[in-house]
């Protein structure tokens, strides 16, 4: 069973948040699926692709996936190979920075049937470019027995994505980015601010 989260948290501690929501699971095979408040799912059918994705991807034990505006470049889709020429590439930058959701939409649908449940490694996934990016915790899915075995620290609200990504290095786990699965992020419309979060 998969459960699903938008955490808030009024101590600002979202570690806490997260730790405490995995205890609320029935089974250490459940998966807990946070994702932020300010996303929101554009791929069709988006349950069905992540069940399908787990399933056929038991070598992972962290999922993920692709957005438009995020910290951590390996999950920002305009990375995803998508074939673009300069043009097109550079048409899909503009919308990719925009908030039209219409357009993200089509983005959502036109990854997911190329790609459909497909998932890489996320460490491996364009690593000589950005080889030490970390994991942003715009949408996080984990079994219980993973967190319970890794908890995620509780320290605020920054750095606790990338410190849970390092804590899952050290054990030689692995988190999978499913490439067919995107997600709008408003990420503080594109300002530099983190008022929100502390």
């Not at 808030?8 to 699926?33: H, M, Q, R």
């Not at 690593?127 to 970390?134: P, Q």
């Not at 990338?162 to 980015?177: E, V």
Request: hydrophobic fraction near 30%; charged fraction near 25%; glycine fraction near 8%.
């Amino acid at each position: 069973m998969i459960y699903y989260s938008v955490p808030y948290t009024k101590d600002k501690n979202i570690g806490k948040y997260y730790n405490s929501f995995v205890d609320l699971l029935p089974n250490d095979e459940d998966w807990a699926c946070f994702i932020d408040a300010d996303t929101i799912f554009l791929t069709p059918n988006y349950g069905h692709l992540i069940e399908e994705a787990i399933k056929n991807n038991t070598n992972f034990s962290v999922f993920t996936c692709f957005t438009n505006r995020i910290g951590n470049p390996k999950q920002s889709v305009h990375n995803l190979d998508m074939k673009l020429n300069y043009e097109e590439y550079e048409q899909y930058r503009k919308i990719y920075n925009g908030d039209k959701i219409d357009e993200h939409r089509k983005i959502a649908k036109e990854i997911q049937d190329k790609y459909g449940s497909k998932v890489i490694d996320m460490d491996e996934f364009l690593s000589k470019t950005y080889g030490d990016a970390l994991l942003s915790g715009v949408m996080i899915m984990a079994q219980k027995k993973t967190i319970k075995d890794t908890p995620f620290k509780e320290e605020g609200m920054l750095g606790v994505d990338n410190s849970f990504h390092k804590d899952l290095q050290a054990k030689g786990l692995k988190i999978g980015l499913m490439k067919g699965l995107y997600i709008y992020h408003w990420h503080r419309g594109g300002k530099n601010t983190t008022n929100h979060l502390i």
